[in-house]
């Protein structure tokens, strides 16, 4: 499944100011934020190094570069960052192997989008071969376009991935709603000009202009995300 092919897509049926619903993946939609952490544990456990509790704040969310980048300078592991990310990569796959658990409301929030076609996207700083395998638990079909974090030249924290969903959806970046569980997801989406709903995962969010903040996405449905767009004069 490709992130790069702009497909041309109708605004929502009802022509509200909303024009797109893009969604990050771990900790957010599936319930697999602890599980990236316990396979950093398990690996750097071989490797002969104890990671720090504390540290889990500073790698969710993060491309796997940054995250294996910290991780190696404050253990001293002697492993360079692309031989770490394929070993994560590898851990994370075989953790999921059986079924990914979905977050509660998400089953409920992607039905209901898919149902009054609202264009959606699935915007991901995991790698390809990671989210193909989560979409398989999710439902590729309920994604006009997926966003993995080795698609693009700079990941989030950085706009890219949000500015090119929002391009190739035909969306204006300040229409469309942004649903994310971490301070580096809501820096990238926020970046991008789009409003955000954050369902903090780990680590708290506090409310800002232009982003709330709720406490699980069962708070969360299409009349909210749509009351988060004004309307368009």
Not at 123 to 135: E, G, N, Q, T, Y
Not at 173 to 184: G, L, M, N, Y
Request: aromatic share 4%; proline share 8%.
């Amino acid at each position: 499944m490709t992130s790069t092919v702009p497909v041309p897509l109708p605004l929502t049926a009802d022509g509200s100011a909303l024009q797109a619903v893009l969604l990050d993946m771990d900790g957010t939609l599936v319930d697999t934020e602890g599980f990236w952490w316990e396979a950093e544990v398990s690996v750097f456990g071989e490797l002969g190094h104890r990671l720090e509790e504390s540290w889990r704040d500073v790698v969710v969310g993060g491309p796997m570069s940054r995250s294996a980048r910290f991780l190696i300078e404050a253990t001293g592991a002697a492993i360079s960052v692309g031989e770490l990310s394929v070993l994560l990569n590898e851990r994370f796959e075989a953790r999921i192997a059986d079924q990914v658990p979905l977050m509660p409301g998400a089953e409920r929030l992607l039905t209901e989008l898919a149902r009054h076609n609202v264009p959606t996207a699935l915007v991901s700083a995991s790698h390809r071969r990671v989210i193909d395998k989560v979409l398989a638990s999710l439902g590729p079909e309920r994604f006009m376009l997926t966003v993995a974090g080795d698609e693009v030249p700079r990941t989030k924290p950085h706009p890219d991935p949000y500015l090119l969903a929002a391009k190739a959806l035909g969306a204006h970046p300040s229409r469309c709603a942004v649903v994310e569980d971490t301070a580096t997801g809501v820096a990238a989406a926020e970046a991008a000009g789009c409003r955000v709903v954050a369902v903090p995962s780990v680590g708290l969010i506090a409310p800002a202009p232009g982003r709330t903040v709720v406490g699980s996405l069962e708070d969360v449905d299409l009349p909210f995300l749509r009351s988060l767009i004004a309307p368009m004069n």
